[in-house]
């Protein structure tokens, strides 16, 4: 406990810190090409996005979702981390727009939940499942406004982790055939 007040101190001190030093040395009125950050919310999968640039067409990206509806559904949990290296496609676009290619990792923690039938019979069944994998992304950005990006993106993936858990019911996912998993989405940002 002590930690983490000294953690929401600590943080508290830079995110009030931070607007003096920026407006001593300019930051605040920083022109376009000083942008080099985007913070994302993913509205199809439902999570939130980092894109940091590292070099000219070239991005790193950090997304999490996270889903949890514990009190309506005990069944209701989905949480994912992402790291993605995104190279943009583009000659005449300058970053972030244009059609890019991502390779990315991810690590998946969720439960799939169901009625299954059984000899006539409805019996409820549920598996908890984690994954780890790699994959490849192709999208596309686009500014809608000056600092206001739409990115739509979709990628297939391969998971090198499996793990089934097999908790109620009849099982839903045969581990032996999990191998391969798409993704897709569509997320507004703001480019600071």
């Not at 889903?67 to 943009?88: N, S, V, W």
């Amino acid at each position: 406990m002590k930690g983490l007040i000294n953690l929401i101190s600590i943080l508290s001190f830079f995110s009030l810190a931070y607007p003096i030093k920026a407006q001593e040395s300019n930051l605040i009125n920083q022109n376009e090409t000083d942008l080099k950050s985007i913070i994302k919310i993913e509205f199809a999968l439902g999570g939130i996005q980092f894109e940091r640039k590292n070099i000219k067409k070239n991005s790193f990206i950090l997304s999490l979702q996270y889903r949890y509806a514990g009190l309506a559904d005990k069944d209701k949990f989905d949480f994912q981390i992402t790291p993605e290296y995104r190279f943009y496609l583009s000659q005449k676009r300058e970053w972030p727009e244009g059609f890019y290619l991502g390779n990315y990792i991810f690590y998946k923690d969720y439960i799939v939940a169901r009625d299954m039938e059984s000899n006539g019979l409805m019996i409820y069944s549920k598996d908890l499942v984690k994954t780890a994998g790699f994959g490849l992304k192709l999208g596309y950005q686009k500014k809608l406004a000056n600092r206001i990006p739409i990115d739509f993106g979709m990628g297939l993936g391969y998971n090198i982790f499996r793990d089934v858990k097999h908790k109620i019911g009849i099982e839903i996912i045969n581990e032996s055939t999990h191998y391969l998993n798409f993704t897709g989405g569509l997320s507004i940002g703001y480019i600071f």
